[in-house]
């Protein structure tokens, strides 16, 4: 049975940060209480309005940083919860940064359902964090240990490609990662995006013959130790892939909720405002489009091949009525007993290939 048939997910935004990192051009601000509280208003009231009463197979709270709200503002994000059907429920995660990670915190995540932590270690090197404009006092590893203590589903952010770092300072990252021993790894090149503190402050991005190196030095680390590199940036032990994500790449349907956040719902692909004010005002969605069978045809190929499986013949039928290589060139690609993938070779070179699946 295919996921989206065992209910829908749903992505929460929590905006707020108490530090904004060099890197990030997420939806995001400073931390501030009455912000806060007049935000999670909105968000309620969005949630109210949009939700269409359906099964919620998972939950992703996502950021910004959603653990920097505190307890009492935890408890009422939580609560407007309450109103989502979750009795198959498989996953309901949420974004932490090491800092915020408290045993009060991890029991009011527990208590109410989460079962899958995320938290943005990017790295485990105090030099790269400063760099990085994170928190470089707090001890990682005894944070971590803490969360273990209550949670086994676990993934951590790295960064790499910072243009000072050596891949002897990449290999101890994932030594440190590897010690750790957590299911998930979620691993990202270093890209300075527009308006973000890297590029106003005029970053040089590191070259692509080291990336690539970089690329390599982590692949032949994670695979050897048992991590199955089952999505471009995504590493995990088997049975611990991420629920929700596989949503994105399956090209199903999820709903967005909160400030920045995407949805794709009833065959709407749409963004919310960023506009503070605006989303206060209840003016939620920003922009909004139907997505035509061709569209839809060329996201399943460029979201699915993104996955190690790739895309399968029998969902592209079952969705499209029409069969891959009808459609769509698959010169490019190996194929499988249950359809096409990238090949080995083209996965870090992936955004040159998916191109090809712009039927216009």
């Known amino acids: 049975m295919h996921f989206q048939e065992l209910g829908s997910s749903v992505y929460i935004h929590i905006p707020f940060c108490k530090k904004i990192c060099s890197y990030c051009d997420?939806?995001?601000?400073?931390?501030?209480?009455k912000m806060v509280d007049d935000y999670l208003v909105a968000l309620d009231q969005e949630i109210k309005k949009n939700y269409q009463n359906n099964e919620i197979?998972?939950?992703y709270i996502?950021?910004?940083t959603p653990s920097s709200l505190g307890i009492d503002e935890l408890k009422k994000l939580f609560k407007i919860f309450k109103i989502f059907k979750m009795d198959y429920l498989k996953e309901f995660s949420i974004e932490c940064n090491i800092e915020d990670i408290s045993e009060e915190k991890l029991k009011i995540f527990k208590a109410n359902g989460i079962n899958r932590l995320s938290i943005g270690v990017q790295s485990f090197d105090k030099r790269i964090l400063k760099e990085l404009n994170r928190n470089s006092e707090t001890d990682i590893v005894a944070k971590i240990l803490l969360a273990k203590k209550y949670f086994d589903n676990i993934n951590i952010d790295l960064i790499y490609g910072l243009n000072s770092e050596t891949l002897t300072d990449l290999q101890n990252d994932l030594n440190n990662f590897l010690h750790l021993d957590l299911p998930h790894i979620s691993i990202y090149g270093l890209i300075k995006e527009e308006h973000t503190i890297l590029d106003v402050n005029k970053y040089i991005e590191l070259d692509d013959d080291s990336f690539f190196e970089m690329y390599q030095q982590i692949d032949k680390t994670l695979k050897s130790a048992g991590y199955n590199h089952y999505e471009i940036s995504n590493y995990a032990k088997e049975g611990y892939e991420s629920i929700h994500n596989l949503t994105y790449w399956n090209n199903d349907e999820y709903y967005g909720f909160g400030l920045g956040a995407s949805g794709f719902i009833n065959n709407i692909r749409y963004d919310n405002t960023?506009?503070?004010n605006n989303y206060l005002k209840g003016e939620y969605v920003l922009n909004k489009k139907e997505i035509s069978l061709e569209e839809n045809m060329e996201n399943e190929m460029i979201l699915g091949l993104?996955?190690?499986?790739?895309v399968t013949n029998k969902i592209f039928y079952k969705k499209y009525q029409k069969y891959?290589?009808?459609?769509?060139?698959?010169s490019k690609l190996e194929k499988t007993?249950?359809?096409?993938?990238?090949?080995?070779?083209?996965?870090?070179?992936?955004?040159s290939i998916l191109i090809d699946?712009?039927?216009y």
């Open 62 to 64: 996502g950021g910004g």
């Open 306 to 310: 993104r996955k190690q499986v790739g």
């Open 274 to 276: 960023r506009s503070f």
């Open 324 to 330: 891959i290589e009808d459609v769509f060139d698959v």
């Open 57 to 59: 197979r998972t939950i």
């Open 26 to 33: 997420f939806c995001k601000m400073y931390y501030n209480e």
């Open 337 to 351: 007993k249950t359809g096409y993938r990238l090949k080995e070779s083209d996965i870090y070179i992936s955004n």
């Open 357 to 359: 699946f712009l039927l």
